[in-house]
């Protein structure tokens, strides 16, 4: 077992300041892993969150972490568009990485980055890693041994809303609780299928399997948005509707929307339709699904059971970022392979750049990825 992990923290926005860092810095998991670093371009940002959190170095610049020495492995927690420019220079300098989801915005760019961390001996985790959860993986055995009868169609997705612009972080006037939201309306990286929608992907393709073709209907439907007074101009689509080909006419269907949820729908969380019934939330048929964990996940209706969310891990938000983060660390210390894979990601990504393509040219878009679903 290698020592204690050294990470940086790439980005000192909402979901470090929420989630990463208060996980990060708790005593329970300083002998597997500290904070030696985080950066933010916006001035006094990154300096900012390290007084808070008593972190020894802090940038502007993302060059100068990278070649601050004080490293082993990174987190991108910054806007999905940069996430692939940031990722290919960690990697090129040796250094592990997980990936906020989305690990990038396209296939050819997950490609890349996958080739080049094999070429150069560099771990990646790319979340959302839903299937760690011991719900979806009692779904996935359910499905798998015929308590569904024979699969027939599924669905899953989520809205925008207003759930960004109220984020805790973004309702002050100081530095780190001022940060504006405007990028996730904004191309590339993003719109509610990278964001949000990919929750959904993760599950179902890690239930189901590869996704073969998608058709869609996309565009944006809210043409500005207000955050503080000021107006957003969205140049992003916010608005899709996808049918996915799971293959032997088993199909999905899957939104991302400006607003508008199925009633009763935890993001991420699957409806699956078969000839014996249908699987909703954590329940076959009406009736609870049994699995690790339930007692507590039906206490708190978070489903944050997961290997490293215990004691005051429960307690704080993003549980499940915390939760890949230390599937990267377990990797590195003990060279224990995750389930959070860059190949998982990749696919659902393509699914995405597929839905956007098939709503351009009205055409059903074959894909070229498949996963391998491991347990």
């Not at 964001?195 to 565009?219: E, F, N, P, R």
Request: charged content about 20%; aromatic content about 6%; some cysteine.
């Amino acid at each position: 077992m290698n020592d204690q992990v050294r990470i940086g923290i790439v980005g000192a926005g909402s979901v470090s300041l929420r989630g990463i860092l208060p996980h990060l810095t708790l005593e329970d998991v300083k002998e597997q892993v500290t904070v030696t670093a985080i950066c933010d371009p916006v001035p006094g940002r990154a300096e900012a969150a390290a007084d808070k959190f008593d972190v020894p170095q802090a940038f502007e610049d993302y060059e100068d972490l990278l070649a601050s020495g004080n490293v082993d492995a990174i987190t991108i927690a910054s806007p999905i568009g940069v996430h692939y420019q940031q990722g290919k220079k960690a990697i090129a300098t040796g250094l592990h990485v997980h990936f906020n989801k989305s690990m990038t915005t396209t296939v050819a760019e997950a490609d890349e980055l996958i080739q080049l961390a094999q070429a150069r001996g560099v771990k990646l985790v790319a979340s959302p890693g839903e299937m760690l959860r011991p719900l979806y993986q009692q779904i996935r055995h359910l499905v798998s041994t015929g308590a569904l009868g024979i699969p027939i169609w599924a669905l899953a997705g989520a809205a925008f809303g207003k759930y960004h612009e109220q984020e805790s972080v973004r309702q002050g006037n100081g530095i780190l609780s001022n940060i504006n939201p405007e990028w996730y309306f904004r191309s590339p990286g993003g719109g509610p299928l990278y964001d949000m929608t990919v929750y959904g992907l993760h599950v179902l393709t890690g239930i189901l399997g590869s996704v073969k073709q998608v058709t869609a209907l996309s565009g944006i439907r809210l043409q500005e948005r207000e955050f503080q007074g000021q107006k957003i101009t969205c140049n992003m689509d916010d608005n899709t509707l996808m049918l996915l080909d799971f293959g032997d006419s088993l199909y999905g269907f899957v939104y991302g929307v400006a607003a508008g949820e199925l009633p009763k729908q935890h993001v991420g969380q699957p409806v699956i339709f078969g000839t014996k019934g249908m699987i909703e939330g954590n329940t076959l048929n009406g009736q609870p699904i049994d699995y690790p964990g339930k007692e507590e996940d039906d206490l708190t209706s978070d489903y944050n059971i997961l290997p490293h969310v215990v004691g005051f891990h429960r307690l704080i938000e993003e549980c499940h970022v915390f939760e890949d983060i230390m599937q990267l660390v377990d990797w590195i210390r003990e060279e224990r392979p995750t389930i959070v894979t860059a190949e998982h990601a990749r696919h659902v990504i393509e699914i995405i750049e597929a839905a956007y393509r098939s709503a351009k040219t009205g055409q059903a878009q074959t894909l070229e990825t498949t996963l391998v679903v491991s347990s």
